[in-house]
């Protein structure tokens, strides 16, 4: 794929603001530990104001990705990163894996999601991202049957790419466990995930190289964070130093996922 305006690699620092949903979808009884919800709460509360400053500090435009829940119980922040310029995507109403529900369930959902999201900003989101990137069979379909742009969970490729539906292609913005703090920093022994935290240094390494990989072969970099996650202050002095790293290539523009699916959309008509 050739990118236009002399871009050698496009770049997205996109965030999936989950807060307290993805705890409670998994596990109803997680809401009675107040340490545990604290823990999540710190994503939307404290982090994201913080995550924010930092993307205005490099001047990027980032993709968040929220659910409806997270939306409509902290509506004065979701303002605040659509005032910021940033992009707002779908992530269901209470981080529901497609994939855990019927059809008619997971529309019901999205469309619920998106309805909270523009009654806040005024505009209609036009990218998806799955909540743990558990797709149905028939999630590409729903989507693009209710006029999304593009879906961003899926790892067939380092570039964006069309799938088809029984309707129109739909973008791809892939995605990939590698670029994803999660499988690095996740531990809640409630929910037995307690695997040993990577460093903030060891997980600078690992990013760092795949960004240098996909910058000589000319792909993109598409980095999927959690606020309540990458927001400790370590660990966002982390980011700040690849993002550092990252302006220091030639030829390197940060964009938001919808940006990169419009570069695609063009190419492809």
């Given at each position: 794929m050739k990118w236009p305006n002399n871009i050698s690699c496009p770049v997205v620092i996109s965030f999936d603001l989950d807060g307290v949903t993805g705890t409670i979808n998994r596990n109803p009884a997680s809401k009675n530990l107040p340490t545990l919800m604290s823990m999540r709460e710190y994503g939307p509360s404290v982090a994201t104001p913080r995550i924010l400053d930092l993307l205005d500090s490099h001047n990027i435009k980032s993709s968040f990705y929220i659910p409806g829940f997270i939306a409509e119980t902290h509506p004065d922040l979701i303002l605040d990163i659509h005032k910021r310029g940033h992009e707002i995507g779908n992530h269901g109403y209470m981080h529901e894996p497609p994939a855990t529900l019927t059809s008619l369930e997971e529309e019901n959902?999205?469309?619920?999601?998106?309805?909270?999201?523009?009654?806040?900003?005024?505009?209609?989101?036009?990218?998806?991202?799955?909540?743990?990137?558990?797709?149905?069979?028939?999630?590409?379909?729903?989507?693009?049957?209710?006029?999304?742009?593009?879906?961003?969970?899926?790892?067939?490729?380092?570039?964006?790419?069309?799938?088809?539906?029984?309707?129109?292609?739909?973008?791809?913005?892939?995605?990939?466990?590698?670029?994803?703090?999660?499988?690095?920093?996740?531990?809640?022994?409630?929910?037995?995930?307690?695997?040993?935290?990577?460093?903030?240094?060891?997980?600078?390494?690992?990013?760092?190289s795949s960004f240098e990989g996909l910058y000589k072969y000319k792909r993109t970099f598409v980095l999927t964070m959690h606020p309540w996650i990458i927001g400790r202050p370590g660990r966002l002095n982390m980011l700040d130093k690849l993002i550092t790293l990252i302006k220091s290539y030639q030829g390197t523009s940060f964009m938001t996922c919808k940006e990169l699916a419009l570069i695609k959309a063009h190419d492809y008509m």
């Open positions: 959902v999205l469309l619920q999601g998106s309805k909270i999201i523009k009654d806040i900003t005024g505009e209609n989101p036009v990218g998806y991202r799955s909540p743990s990137w558990e797709l149905s069979s028939d999630s590409l379909n729903i989507l693009k049957r209710n006029g999304f742009l593009y879906d961003s969970s899926m790892m067939g490729n380092d570039i964006p790419y069309l799938i088809h539906t029984r309707h129109d292609p739909i973008i791809e913005i892939p995605i990939h466990w590698e670029l994803d703090d999660h499988p690095f920093f996740n531990y809640i022994p409630f929910l037995g995930q307690t695997n040993v935290m990577a460093s903030p240094e060891h997980v600078y390494s690992v990013w760092a």
